[in-house]
């Protein structure tokens, strides 16, 4: 009994230390600067912060779309590669290994720049006016572009995920009267959900940083809005600086919340 008590009270001392583990003292801290920056030295830091503030919610909107489009179309190509149709297998192969090659900055600038062009061309050819008069939008073209870009990488963690669970899991499934989809729905993919969700969670923080790459396609994002005050004003040392921990700050909490559900689902196991 006093074992039992002790095994308890030391989880729950556990528990308790986890929500103030070193994460949280780091996120204080930068935190804490940000602020000391701002206060102590409102011109330029607490310009800098007023200027690209705007930009913090295009990253964080741009981040969540294109994250929750990135995870359902991840998991149709990783079905598709895993699939016994040759033709959707190899076509979904083609597509993975094909986006995998070409870096994200060159495909973010295809899709705002030559889709358009292409959309257009295909307008004149088939007579349709609304294509000839097709403008590509910023941020839809942004989103277009990590989604898929990032799916590629997403199918493999899924087919990673997928393929660690046991054959006889399917076998068992498939002999109670379920269909494919509803054994990979009810069976499978809730015991991958175990495996990919420290990937996923990478996943998500690369695509967070990877989002300051839409600058390029005219996005006023946190990345675009400092290149803006940086041109106008000439103090680039301070301006990068403010970028940087603001960034810090938004890739901390995130990593956060990955560690906050991997013990979730470990504790549910």
């Known amino acids: 009994?006093?074992?039992?008590?002790?095994?308890?009270?030391?989880?729950?001392?556990?528990?308790?230390?986890?929500?103030?583990?070193?994460?949280?003292?780091?996120?204080?801290?930068?935190?804490?600067?940000?602020?000391?920056?701002?206060?102590?030295?409102?011109d330029p830091y607490k310009r800098i912060f007023l200027f690209v503030r705007q930009g913090i919610w295009t990253?964080?909107?741009?981040?969540?779309v294109s994250f929750l489009l990135v995870m359902?179309?991840?998991?149709?190509?990783?079905?598709?590669?895993?699939?016994?149709?040759?033709?959707?297998?190899?076509i979904s192969t083609v597509y993975v290994e094909v986006i995998r090659g070409i870096p994200m900055l060159v495909q973010l600038i295809f899709w705002y720049f030559a889709f358009p062009s292409v959309m257009q061309s295909m307008g004149e050819l088939l007579n349709v006016q609304s294509m000839i008069d097709y403008r590509a939008n910023a941020v839809a073209?942004?989103?277009?572009?990590?989604?898929?870009?990032?799916?590629?990488?997403?199918?493999?963690?899924?087919?990673?995920?997928?393929?660690?669970?046991?054959?006889?899991?399917?076998?068992a499934a498939r002999s109670l009267g379920m269909n494919y989809f509803q054994a990979m729905r009810y069976v499978i993919l809730p015991q991958a959900v175990r495996v990919i969700l420290p990937p996923v969670g990478n996943e998500f923080i690369t695509l967070l940083k990877d989002s300051s790459l839409v600058s390029v396609v005219a996005v006023a994002d946190m990345t675009r809005r400092g290149r803006e005050f940086m041109a106008a004003n000439f103090i680039p040392i301070?301006?990068?600086?403010?970028?940087?921990?603001l960034y810090l700050v938004m890739t901390l909490l995130a990593a956060r919340l990955v560690t906050y559900l991997e013990r979730k689902y470990k504790m549910e196991k």
């Open 72 to 90: 359902f179309f991840g998991l149709i190509v990783a079905l598709a590669r895993l699939s016994k149709a040759a033709v959707i297998r190899g």
């Open 141 to 171: 073209m942004a989103i277009l572009g990590l989604t898929v870009g990032y799916s590629a990488y997403m199918s493999e963690v899924y087919r990673a995920g997928i393929q660690s669970i046991s054959r006889g899991q399917m076998e």
């Open 59 to 64: 990253t964080v909107y741009i981040t969540c």
């Open 1 to 42: 009994m006093p074992m039992t008590q002790g095994k308890d009270q030391k989880s729950e001392n556990n528990k308790k230390r986890g929500y103030f583990d070193r994460w949280w003292i780091m996120v204080a801290a930068v935190v804490a600067l940000i602020l000391l920056l701002i206060f102590s030295q409102p």
């Open 238 to 245: 301070q301006t990068w600086v403010m970028i940087a921990l």
